[in-house]
């Protein structure tokens, strides 16, 4: 009888390990979808990370000098300076 009961018990923990190891939080598929998210995860920082480089390098550019200045407001703000003549050529 006692033999019994402690393979009953050993198979009954074994179940409650395999369902754990398979359905839990910390399972194998969960574990896969979490590294799967971090993947992800840390290719958006590489591609934000580039994006501050970049901002950074612009901001640098911006106090240094005011070509760059100059050279936003004629693209974006379409700036003239007095005695110049703008000419937009359609595409």
Known sequence: ???RLLLTL???LLVIFQAQLWLGRGSL???RAM???LEDQLNKNQLAQVR???LGAEVGDLKEGLEIVEEKARMELGMVKPNEIFVQIAK
């Open 35 to 37: 590294q799967h998210r």
């Open 52 to 54: 501050n480089e970049r």
């Open 10 to 12: 050993l198979v009954a």
């Open 1 to 3: 009888m006692g033999k």
């Open 29 to 31: 598929p969960n574990v």
